[in-house]
T-cell receptor
Framework: AQSVTQLDSQVPVFEEAPVELRCNYS??????LFWYVQYPNQGLQLLLK??????LVKGINGFEAEFNKSQTSFHLRKPSVHISDTAEYFC????????????FGRGTSLIVHP | NAGVTQTPKFRVLKTGQSMTLLCAQD?????MYWYRQDPGMGLRLIHY???????AKGEVPDGYNVSRLKKQNFLLGLESAAPSQTSVYFC???????????????FGEGSRLTVL
């Protein structure tokens, strides 16, 4: 079975600063990796995903993530955050090509201060 | 295109009362899921369905029942609500990877349930 660890429960940052939200996973087989964002009082929406190919994945709102197989990581980055990026971010993993039960991390709350 | 729609969005119950949350998706997805979200706990899978007429238990199924009589609908029932079931409930859907190899879940906007 796969598992996901989001290393930080909360990340405070000032506006226009860079940010990295960390995600590590464990699995004995190939995986798909996802980052979802949840704005206050809303559902989750897909930010970006890695299925195969290039290990650097670009998503919406200027976010990107890099799949590192040797370190089993999929960290999310943004070079300059905005107040509107304040949200909960979830990393998720599923088995490549065959799983119907994705596993979610516990979430990281990104708090952007003016 | 509505996507995934949950009703109701808010509900207050007294301990012991019953209720049903309805999830409807218009994307012809095979798989549907019910999660609960609690502070510091992330998303926990309650029940899921891999097709019409099928259901299976997830990580935290106790106190809940589900039904998938129609492909587009997935119902979550609480027979006798308890304060521990106060939570935000999310429905999600997707297609199997062999149909649409995109992998991601599509979520509803959530249903906030309070049990007094």
């Amino acid at each position: 079975a796969q598992s996901v660890t989001q290393l930080d429960s909360q990340v405070p940052v000032f506006e226009e600063a860079p940010v990295e939200l960390r995600c590590n996973y464990s699995s004995s087989v190939s995986v798909y990796l996802f980052w979802y964002v949840q704005y206050p009082n809303q559902g989750l929406q897909l930010l970006l995903k890695y299925l195969s190919g290039s290990t650097l994945v670009k998503g919406i709102n200027g976010f990107e993530a890099e799949f590192n197989k040797s370190q089993t990581s999929f960290h999310l980055r943004k070079p300059s955050v905005h107040i509107s990026d304040t949200a909960e971010y979830f990393c998720a993993v599923s088995l490549a090509g065959g799983s119907y039960i994705p596993t979610f991390g516990r979430g990281t709350s990104l708090i952007v201060h003016p | 295109n509505a996507g995934v729609t949950q009703t109701p969005k808010f509900r207050v119950l007294k301990t012991g009362q019953s209720m049903t949350l309805l999830c409807a998706q218009d994307m012809n997805h095979e798989y549907m899921y019910w999660y609960r979200q609690d502070p510091g706990m992330g998303l926990r899978l309650i029940h899921y369905s891999v097709g019409e007429g099928t259901t299976a238990k997830g990580e935290v199924p106790d106190g809940y029942n589900v039904s998938r009589l129609k492909k587009q609908n997935f119902l979550l029932g609480l027979e006798s609500a308890a304060p521990s079931q106060t939570s935000v409930y999310f429905c999600a859907s997707k297609n199997p990877d062999y149909i649409a190899n995109t992998g991601e879940l599509f979520f509803g906007e959530g249903s906030r349930l309070t049990v007094l």
